[in-house]
């Protein structure tokens, strides 16, 4: 097995939008040669989109169901709070952010912004 993954909302919002500069990161090999993991917050925020649509649901939902999704147990919350009180972040940055953690995965994301302040996350 290769590396641990796990993605931030904003590398499926790139991937649906054509934006995605990495698309490999999508490819059936890299998922299969890698373990690839989402927070529960991505599903939520996916989701929970306003305007979603039913097609858009249905596709959403059928690439998810491709991940293993983290427990958000005592340990991510333990971590996340300590990373909301350290770096101040927001609290669905912080559950990702300290599901990669706890997972010792790298996290995939855009926002480079945010989590770079973030020196105990690996990041892609």
Known sequence: MGLKYLYDTNVFSDYFSDRLEDLDLFNEKFIIENEVLISPVVRMELLSHPDITDDED???????DNFESVEIDFEVEKETILLRRKYKLKLPDAIIAASAIIEDAVLVTNDKKDFSKVSELKIY
């Open 58 to 64: 249905k596709l959403f939902t059928e690439l998810l």
